[in-house]
C-alpha cells in the first residue's frame, strides 16, 4: 500500500484543515489586522498602525483588568490545584487499606461523582446560579441564612475589597471537579507496590502523599497548571453575569475579555478590542510556555 | 440614546447561554470572535429601485411593487404592532408591495453582518441591549436622511406636514448634528414612580419641595420600608438620569446642552455638584446598600411588595411590571422635586423624550419605501393601532387622544401637560456611550458612599475630555 499514500493521507487531511484554517486560524490572522484599523464593524476598516496600542498603554480599564489576571494567574490553580489534590487523595488512597490495597475514604464512589456535578453544568448556568448565593438580601442563599440569625447581609459582589474573591470563589467552584478526576486517574496508574512499600517502611498519610504521591503526579499537576492558568485568562462568563454592573464595581472584578466585549460590542470599537484580544492572545501565550518551562524536571519512571 | 423600555444590560437567560456558547467557542484568545464578521465593509453593490411617480396618496414617489424588508425588535413591545398594524397599513397604500417581516432579539447579531455585506433592511427597529450604535450608524452614512419624510404630506390630512402632527421634540430626539436621522416613536417621561395606595393608606403626599422630599423620606423610613432605591448592578443609568435632572432644574436646561456638546468643565458646573451632593445624602440615609447588587427587575419587584417606596424609572416601568404589580398598586409619577427656592425651573419641569428608535437605510434597496413606511407609522391609525396594542403614548399627538391609559401612564402625561414648555432632554449616553459607562460607574460610586461629588464630577469630567480628544469618535452637537 506504500504507492498512493500520499494521495490518501492528504485526502483526509484536506477537509479539516481547511476548515480549521477558515474558521480558526483565518480569524485569529484578521484579529491582528483589525487591531492596526479604527473599524467601526460597518463600512470598511481605516488603517491607523500601532495607534490603537498606543492607547492601550495609558487605559486605566486595561491595566486593572491586567492586574487582576495576574492575581487570577496565583489563586486560581494554587488554590485549586490544593483542594483539588487532597480531595483526589482522600478519595483515592485517603482510607485504610485492605489487601494491600489502599482504599479512598468511606463513600469515595459517591463523592467522585457529586465533585464533577459543577462540571456538567454551563458556565452561564453556574453564574446564575451563584446569582441566587451571593443575592445581597434576604433571598440569597447564603446572606438569607445569615439573617435569619439576626447578622448583617454580606455583600459580596458589591464590596470592591471582596467581589474578586467572590468571583474566584465561583471559578474554584467550578474547576475542582475536573481536576479531582484528573489527578484520581493519575494516582490511579501509581502502583500500588510503591504505596506498600513506603508503608512497611512506616510512612504516615502525610508522608505518603509529600513524598509518594506528589512526586509521581508531576506531569498530571503541569498539566492542570497550564490549563487552569489559561482560565485565568478567560473567566469571561462568569464575571459579565455575575459581576454588578458588567465588572464592577467601579471595574473591580473586570477580565480583559469583559474590557474587549464592551469595546467592540458597546462603544463599537472594533479596532480596539482587537488590539486587546491581541495583547490577550500575548499574554496567555507566554504563560503557557512559561510555565512549561519552568516547570520541566525528569518525570520518573515506573 | 438607550431609553428602551427593555432590560437596559441584564442578561435574560437567553443571552447568557448565547454568550457562553461563543465564550466555549473562542476558548481564550476572545480575538476570534471579533473576527467572526469579514471587514469587507460596505461598498455598496447594492442596486437601488427606481423611484414611482409622485401623487397625492404617494407624496415621496415610493415604487407601488418594491418589496420592503422590516425588522423588529421583539421586546417590550412585542412584535405585533408591526405585524397587525404598521405592516397592514403599508400593504393597504401600496397593495402590490411585498412586505417581509422578521422578528429578533438581538438587532445587531442579525444585521451587522447584513451592514457590514452591504444588504440592509429598509427599515429597522433598532433597540433593545442589542442595539446597533446610533452614532456609529450616522457617522457611517448608513442611516436615511428623514427631512424628507418630516415635509411630506401628513397621512390623514394633506395640508399638514408630518412634522406639525408630532410633538416637539420627537425630530431633535432623533437628529444627529441638526439632521433628523432616527425616529423615536414612543413618548417616554422620566420621574419618581411611587404607589398611590401606599401613600394613601400611610397619608403620604408626593414633594415639591426638597424638604418635604427629606420629611417625606423620614416618614417612609419610620415606616420601615426601603424609602428610595435604584438598581445598582445593572441600572444605575436611572440615577444619573435623576441626578441629571436636578441639576437641569437647578441651573437650567443649558446645564445639559453643555454636557452633551462636551463643553470644557461642564460637569464641574456648579447645579450638578449641587444635585450630585444632595442626592448622596439620599443615598446615603434613605437608601439600601444591598441594592448595589440587585438588577432593575429586582428592585422593581421590590417596590411591587411595597417594600421600596420611591423608585426612578421612566413610564414604561408600569407596562414593564404589569406581571408583578398588585391589584391596586396605581403607579404614581412624580417629577424630581425642587432642591431650592432659587432654581431656574419650577418643580414641574422634567425630562422627557421620545424613545424606542426606528430608521431607514439609507443602502437598502428602497429607502424610500422605508420612508413611506414610517410615514403610516406616524398617521393616526398607525399611532392609535400601537397605543391600543401596547399601551404607550406615541408621539402622534392625535395617536393618543381618547385613549383611557393606565394609571401609571395616565400620571406621566398628565405631569408631561403639568410641565408645559419646562421639558428637557438629554442626549449624551447616546452619543457617547464611554461617557455613559462613566457616568454609571460614577453614579454607583456616589451614591453607594464611596466617593463624594467632587471626585464624581472629577472623574467623569476626565472621561469627558478624554473622548473630546480622541479623534476617533464621532463628535455630535445640539
Redesign the interface.
Known amino acids: 500500500m506504500r504507492h498512493g499514500k500520499y494521495p490518501f493521507v492528504i485526502g483526509f487531511l484536506f477537509a479539516p484543515i481547511a476548515l480549521y484554517v477558515t474558521f480558526v486560524i483565518w480569524p485569529y490572522a484578521q484579529a491582528f489586522q483589525i487591531s492596526m484599523t479604527n473599524w467601526r464593524g460597518l463600512s470598511a476598516p481605516q488603517w491607523v498602525g500601532f495607534d490603537n496600542y498606543r492607547r492601550l498603554l495609558d487605559d486605566g480599564a486595561f491595566w486593572k483588568a491586567v492586574q487582576h489576571h495576574g492575581v487570577l494567574l496565583l489563586a486560581l490553580p494554587l488554590i485549586t490545584v490544593a483542594i483539588a489534590l487532597f480531595f483526589a487523595f482522600l478519595l483515592n488512597v485517603g482510607g485504610k487499606s485492605s489487601g494491600g490495597q489502599r482504599q479512598g475514604v468511606w463513600g469515595a464512589k459517591f463523592y467522585r461523582v457529586v465533585f464533577f456535578f459543577p462540571q456538567v453544568l454551563a458556565v452561564a448556568i453556574i453564574a446564575v446560579l451563584f446569582q441566587m448565593v451571593y443575592r445581597p438580601n434576604e433571598s440569597g442563599l447564603i446572606n438569607g441564612v445569615l439573617m435569619k440569625f439576626g447578622l448583617e447581609p454580606i455583600l459580596f459582589l458589591v464590596k470592591p475589597n471582596l467581589a474578586l474573591w467572590s468571583i474566584i470563589a465561583v471559578l474554584v467552584w467550578q474547576a475542582v471537579g475536573f481536576y479531582v478526576v484528573l489527578f484520581s486517574a493519575g494516582m490511579a496508574s501509581i502502583p500500588g507496590e510503591i504505596y506498600e512499600a513506603a508503608e512497611m517502611d512506616g510512612a504516615t498519610r502525610v508522608t505518603l502523599f509529600f513524598r509518594v504521591t506528589l512526586p509521581l503526579l508531576w506531569d498530571t499537576l503541569q498539566v492542570a497548571w497550564v490549563y487552569l492558568g489559561i482560565a485565568a485568562f478567560d473567566a469571561f462568563a462568569i464575571v459579565a453575569v455575575l459581576s454588578v454592573d458588567g465588572g464592577g464595581p467601579d471595574g473591580a472584578t473586570t477580565v480583559l475579555a469583559m474590557e474587549i466585549y464592551r469595546n467592540a460590542f458597546v462603544y463599537s470599537k472594533y479596532g480596539y478590542a482587537s488590539a486587546m484580544g491581541v495583547a490577550l492572545f500575548f499574554l496567555t501565550l507566554t504563560f503557557a510556555a512559561l510555565t512549561l518551562r519552568l516547570t520541566k524536571r525528569e518525570s520518573v519512571e515506573y | 440614546m438607550s431609553i428602551t423600555p427593555e432590560h437596559p444590560?441584564a442578561?435574560d437567560?437567553r443571552t447568557?447561554?448565547r454568550?457562553?456558547a461563543a465564550?466555549?467557542m473562542l476558548?481564550?484568545?476572545?480575538?476570534?470572535?471579533?473576527?467572526?464578521?469579514?471587514?469587507?465593509?460596505?461598498?455598496n453593490d447594492n442596486e437601488q429601485v427606481a423611484g414611482g411617480t409622485k401623487s397625492a396618496a404617494n407624496p415621496l414617489g415610493v415604487k407601488e411593487d418594491a418589496p420592503i424588508e422590516v425588522i423588529i425588535f421583539n421586546g417590550g413591545y412585542g412584535e405585533k404592532y408591526a405585524t397587525d398594524v404598521h405592516e397592514p397599513l403599508y400593504k393597504k397604500a401600496f397593495p402590490k408591495a411585498e412586505v417581509k417581516h422578521q422578528a429578533t432579539q438581538a438587532v445587531?447579531t442579525v444585521l451587522?453582518p447584513r451592514?457590514?455585506s452591504g444588504n440592509p433592511p429598509e427599515f429597522v427597529n433598532n433597540s433593545g441591549e442589542?442595539l446597533?450604535?446610533f452614532?456609529?450608524?450616522v457617522?457611517?452614512?448608513?442611516l436615511q436622511d428623514l427631512t424628507e419624510l418630516w415635509d411630506a404630506p401628513s397621512v390623514d390630512d394633506a395640508s399638514k406636514k408630518v412634522r406639525d402632527t408630532v410633538v416637539p421634540g420627537t425630530i431633535e430626539a432623533g437628529s444627529f448634528n441638526g439632521k433628523p436621522y432616527v425616529l423615536y416613536y414612543v413618548s417616554t417621561v422620566f420621574g419618581i414612580w411611587y404607589s398611590a395606595k401606599l401613600f394613601k393608606d400611610n397619608g403620604w403626599a408626593p414633594a415639591k419641595t426638597w424638604d418635604d422630599f427629606i420629611a417625606l423620606l423620614t416618614s417612609i423610613k419610620a415606616k420601615g420600608i426601603t424609602p428610595y432605591g435604584y438598581a445598582?448592578?445593572?441600572a444605575?443609568y436611572y440615577q444619573w438620569n435623576v441626578i441629571l435632572t436636578q441639576a437641569a432644574k437647578i441651573g437650567g436646561t443649558d446645564v445639559l446642552k453643555n454636557i452633551d456638546n462636551l463643553e470644557d468643565g461642564a460637569w464641574k458646573q456648579d447645579a450638578i455638584k449641587q444635585a450630585a451632593t444632595a442626592w448622596a445624602e439620599v443615598g446615603a440615609k434613605f437608601s439600601?446598600?444591598?441594592f448595589?447588587?440587585?438588577k432593575h427587575t429586582d428592585v422593581q419587584l421590590r417596590q411591587n411588595q411595597y417594600k421600596v417606596a420611591l423608585y426612578p424609572s421612566g413610564d414604561w416601568i408600569e407596562g414593564e411590571q404589569k406581571q408583578d404589580t398588585p391589584a391596586g398598586f396605581d403607579y404614581q409619577l412624580m417629577p424630581v422635586p425642587s432642591l431650592t427656592a432659587s432654581d431656574k425651573l419650577p418643580a414641574t419641569a422634567l425630562r422627557a423624550t421620545a424613545g424606542e428608535g426606528y430608521f431607514v437605510s439609507a443602502k437598502s434597496k428602497n429607502p424610500k419605501g422605508g420612508l413611506e413606511y414610517m410615514r403610516q407609522m406616524l398617521s393616526t391609525a398607525g399611532a392609535k393601532g400601537f397605543t391600543e396594542v401596547v399601551k404607550a403614548p406615541t408621539v402622534v399627538t392625535a395617536g393618543s387622544e381618547g385613549f383611557a391609559f393606565p394609571p401609571g401612564v395616565a400620571s406621566s402625561q398628565a405631569a408631561l401637560k403639568a410641565a408645559g414648555q419646562d421639558v428637557f432632554n438629554l442626549y449624551f449616553d447616546g452619543w457617547y456611550?464611554?461617557l455613559d459607562?462613566e457616568a454609571?460607574?460614577a453614579t454607583?460610586?456616589l451614591m453607594?458612599g464611596?466617593i463624594n461629588a467632587d471626585a464624581f464630577v472629577e472623574r467623569i469630567q476626565k472621561r469627558a475630555d478624554a473622548i473630546k480628544k480622541d479623534s476617533?469618535v464621532t463628535k455630535f452637537k445640539r
Open positions: 444590560a442578561l437567560r447568557v447561554l454568550r457562553a465564550v466555549g476558548a481564550t484568545p476572545a480575538i476570534g470572535l471579533l473576527s467572526a464578521c469579514a471587514t469587507s465593509g460596505s461598498d445587531s451587522q451592514f457590514a442589542k446597533m450604535d452614532g456609529a450608524l457617522a457611517d452614512g448608513q445598582g448592578a445593572n444605575a439600601d446598600k444591598s448595589e447588587g440587585l456611550k464611554e459607562t454609571r460607574t454607583n460610586e453607594f464611596r476617533s
